[in-house]
T-cell receptor, first 115, second 109 residues
Framework: DAMVIQNPRYQVTQFGKPVTLSCSQTLNHNVMYWYQQKSSQAPKLLFHYYDKDFNNEADTPDNFQSRRPNTSFCFLDIRSPGLGDAAMYLC??????????????FGPGTRLLVL | SQQGEEDPQALSIQEGENATMNCSYKTSINNLQWYRQNSGRGLVHLILIRSNEREKHSGRLRVTLDTSKKSSSLLITASRAADTASYFCATAPSYQFYFGTGTSLTVIP
């Protein structure tokens, strides 16, 4: 039973053509995260939402935006993808049980290719 | 950068041997977690150790934490070919997560 779902699993876009990646969760978690992971590197946190509060990492480029219309869904928008944005994009969620923060749950990722 | 560091970057062992990987981090933490990632896949949570714990076990996994040295180690005992993957530590100063650089483990059958 998938708990964090990412669509599509593979996305091909053209240089400069806006693209949106989707993440949904069935866990009802407060926090949703977007990470970028390039080949043989660690996942890099781009931003996260705590409920509706958006938190951007200081070094995340302006080219990356995010929307969270409700608890279940979170989108990553890349306004003008460059060749350097080709990567795996990972969505994760996290919630608290009895006021104790639990671990993150990751989706399978969307691999983005920029032509 | 909040990112921690892991060593070794790559580790190759024979099936049945133990594998040890280390993680060093920079900030104070509430907990430290270890994740596994198979090639081209998402991350799978392995084990969480809280800042007031020194050692934790889960099956063939043993994790230690030394907050005075800001370091942790992951030991996989009696390794199997299926353990071949990348292993990342992640620290959570608050509810953000920051991943270490990762160790690529290859277990040779």
């Amino acid at each position: 039973d998938a708990m964090v779902i990412q669509n599509p699993r593979y996305q091909v876009t053209q240089f400069g053509k806006p693209v949106t990646l989707s993440c949904s969760q069935t866990l009802n978690h407060n926090v949703m995260y977007w990470y970028q992971q390039k080949s043989s590197q660690a996942p890099k946190l781009l931003f996260h939402y705590y409920d509706k509060d958006f938190n951007n990492e200081a070094d995340t480029p302006d080219n990356f935006q995010s929307r969270r219309p409700n608890t279940s869904f979170c989108f990553l928008d890349i306004r003008s993808p460059g060749l350097g944005d080709a990567a795996m994009y990972l969505c994760a969620t996290r919630g608290a049980r009895d006021r104790v923060w639990e671990t993150q749950y990751f989706g399978p990722g969307t691999r983005l290719l920029v032509l | 950068s909040q990112q921690g560091e892991e060593d070794p970057q790559a580790l190759s062992i024979q099936e049945g041997e133990n594998a040890t990987m280390n993680c060093s981090y920079k900030t104070s933490i509430n907990n430290l977690q270890w994740y596994r990632q198979n090639s081209g896949r998402g991350l799978v949570h392995l084990i969480l150790i809280r800042s007031n714990e020194r050692e934790k076990h889960s099956g063939r996994l043993r994790v230690t934490l030394d907050t005075s040295k800001k370091s942790s180690s992951l030991l996989i005992t009696a390794s199997r070919a299926a353990d071949t993957a990348s292993y990342f530590c992640a620290t959570a100063p608050s509810y953000q997560f920051y991943f270490g650089t990762g160790t690529s483990l290859t277990v040779i059958p």
